[in-house]
């Protein structure tokens, strides 16, 4: 099954419904930043939830950064998104390692910490970003984000997120966001709250192979769904190249430019986000300390 984002409406349209599959993005982020299990989990869940706030955005312009920083020892995640959605991120310690919870799963509350916040930052055109910020009430990253939409956007919402590793590395990975509209009664939302708790998790019901509409379906207890869009395919993807690499070193100076070509005679810059390394020779480093004598 390839990764998708659905997007439905439920219950006569008092309903909002986004579900995704990012079982590939999440493998191939395993991959490139060699994360373990707990990190694969908790990193997988915010590049999820990143996939879908992405999307939400109107314009490919639009960035959305999110940031979660807990006193765990995972350290600070990062994921950036457009509204394709393309996602890329982060993590403080990959190689984090911790024993099973008291319920045999990942420990990614512990892993991540139960203090902190997340921090969302949303460049969407205007003269200032949006900026958002909301304390972690789990390191869970879905309970997180639950409150974070309360708080900072003052929209009541359910939120799942789920990754199920095994040896191989990621076995599925999504999630849904679902928002009550605002003429949705108290016993539409009942409903959904029941057919939530009957779900159960969303790994659980990807790992078989339950198709995104039969999800959305199961989690509204609505089967007379309607799908909005159903094309919306999530990737990580990173922009990263030598100009921007070029670019980064320039805006180092001419003086520390001038002592990394005496003391190293070349430079090595690794992007963060997909761990590709550009090397700059001593001619190209005398180029940009020529370029910046010009000026």
Same mark, same amino acid.
């Given at each position: 099954? +390839?990764? +998708?984002?659905?997007?439905?409406?439920?219950?006569?349209?008092?309903?909002?419904?986004? %579900?995704?599959?990012?079982?590939?993005?999440?493998?191939?982020?395993?991959?490139?930043? #060699?994360?373990?299990?707990?990190?694969?989990?908790?990193?997988?869940?915010? @590049?999820?939830?990143?996939?879908?706030?992405?999307?939400?955005?109107?314009?490919?312009?639009?960035? $959305?950064?999110?940031?979660?920083?807990?006193?765990?020892?995972?350290?600070?995640?990062?994921?950036?998104?457009?509204?394709?959605?393309?996602?890329?991120?982060?993590?403080?310690?990959?190689?984090? #390692?911790?024993?099973?919870?008291?319920?045999? &799963?990942?420990?990614?509350?512990?892993?991540?910490?139960?203090?902190?916040?997340?921090?969302?930052?949303?460049?969407?055109? @205007?003269?200032?970003?949006?900026?958002?910020?909301?304390?972690?009430?789990?390191?869970?990253?879905?309970?997180?984000?639950?409150?974070?939409?309360?708080?900072?956007?003052?929209?009541?919402?359910?939120?799942?997120?789920?990754?199920?590793?095994?040896?191989?590395?990621?076995?599925?990975?999504?999630?849904? @966001?679902?928002?009550?509209?605002? !003429?949705?009664?108290?016993?539409?939302?009942? &409903?959904?709250?029941?057919?939530?708790?009957?779900?159960?998790?969303?790994?659980?019901?990807?790992?078989?192979?339950?198709?995104?509409?039969?999800?959305?379906?199961?989690?509204?207890? #609505?089967?007379?769904?309607?799908? $909005?869009? !159903?094309?919306?395919?999530?990737?990580?993807? %990173?922009?990263?190249? +030598?100009?921007?690499?070029? !670019?980064?070193?320039?805006?180092?100076?001419? &003086? #520390?430019?001038?002592?990394? $070509? +005496?003391?190293?005679?070349?430079?090595?810059?690794? %992007?963060?986000? %997909?761990?590709?390394?550009?090397?700059?020779?001593?001619?190209?480093?005398?180029?940009?300390?020529?370029?910046?004598?010009?000026?």
């Amino acid at each position: 099954m +390839k990764d +998708k984002i659905i997007k439905v409406l439920a219950h006569k349209g008092k309903i909002s419904i986004t %579900c995704a599959n990012t079982t590939k993005l999440v493998e191939e982020a395993r991959k490139i930043h #060699d994360l373990s299990p707990v990190a694969t989990a908790a990193f997988g869940r915010l @590049l999820t939830i990143a996939s879908i706030m992405g999307n939400e955005m109107k314009n490919q312009k639009d960035k $959305l950064t999110v940031q979660v920083k807990g006193n765990g020892p995972i350290g600070t995640m990062l994921v950036t998104a457009n509204n394709i959605p393309q996602v890329k991120g982060y993590v403080g310690e990959p190689h984090v #390692d911790l024993p099973l919870n008291e319920f045999g &799963k990942l420990d990614v509350g512990e892993a991540v910490g139960y203090e902190g916040y997340i921090n969302v930052i949303k460049d969407i055109g @205007l003269k200032e970003p949006y900026i958002g910020v909301s304390p972690l009430v789990s390191g869970e990253i879905a309970e997180d984000f639950a409150n974070y939409f309360v708080n900072s956007e003052q929209r009541q919402s359910a939120v799942a997120l789920g990754v199920l590793v095994n040896r191989n590395g990621v076995k599925s990975a999504g999630g849904y @966001l679902i928002t009550p509209m605002p !003429d949705a009664t108290e016993e539409e939302i009942s &409903k959904v709250e029941q057919a939530i708790f009957k779900a159960g998790a969303m790994s659980k019901m990807l790992d078989e192979n339950l198709s995104l509409e039969e999800i959305a379906k199961k989690v509204t207890g #609505d089967e007379d769904i309607e799908i $909005l869009e !159903d094309n919306i395919t999530p990737e990580y993807k %990173c922009d990263c190249s +030598k100009e921007h690499m070029k !670019d980064a070193l320039i805006s180092i100076g001419k &003086k #520390d430019l001038e002592e990394i $070509l +005496k003391e190293d005679g070349k430079a090595e810059l690794m %992007c963060h986000f %997909c761990n590709k390394k550009y090397t700059f020779t001593k001619e190209e480093l005398e180029e940009m300390i020529s370029t910046l004598l010009e000026k």
